[in-house]
């Protein structure tokens, strides 16, 4: 039989012995198995850093060469079709895209995706207290790289000049 201390100061109440971090249970959980779609059960879509987002790293590229931070032929390489022509006619050679002020930046981008291999991509750009748009379309092409197939600033997409 167990004798609690006596004397002054000393309490009579049992204490528990105290545990130390290797005698403590681990806590249950469950193993993260993924499903089909390569999401965990109960979370969203996974969170990937905005750069490795084709959206937005598209998005960043155009408004740099709009801005005139990035030369046009810097997206050679990335565009199809008439894309490459709309950006010369879009660049601001002549006319700047945005006004002159605060350093304009991609606050949102989304996309639509009307099929496999294709998305619709629109952008909110900020500068100041402005807000512009800016739609563009990707096309994955069959080495598996996404390029821009179409660009249009703030509504308008500038006619190419007849000569």
Do not use: K, N
Not at 8 to 33: E, Q
Not at 60 to 81: E, N, Q, W, Y
Not at 118 to 132: K, P
Not at 146 to 159: K, T
């Amino acid at each position: 039989m167990h004798r609690p201390p006596s004397g002054p100061g000393r309490t009579t109440a049992r204490r528990s012995p105290a545990r130390s971090a290797t005698t403590r249970r681990p806590a249950t959980t469950r193993p993260a198995t993924a499903r089909r779609d390569g999401r965990r059960p109960g979370h969203g879509t996974v969170r990937r850093p905005r750069e490795a987002v084709p959206r937005y790293w598209f998005a960043d590229r155009l408004l740099a060469v709009l801005t005139g931070r990035r030369p046009v032929h810097s997206m050679l390489s990335h565009t199809v079709g008439e894309a490459y022509e709309q950006l010369v006619r879009l660049a601001p050679a002549d006319e700047p895209f945005l006004p002159p002020g605060r350093e304009p930046a991609v606050r949102h981008c989304d996309e639509y995706a009307p099929r496999d291999g294709v998305v619709e991509a629109f952008a909110r750009i900020s500068s100041g207290e402005r807000v512009h748009a800016l739609a563009f379309r990707l096309e994955r092409g069959p080495d598996l790289r996404w390029r821009c197939a179409a660009v249009e600033a703030d509504g308008r997409h500038r006619e190419r000049a007849e000569p």
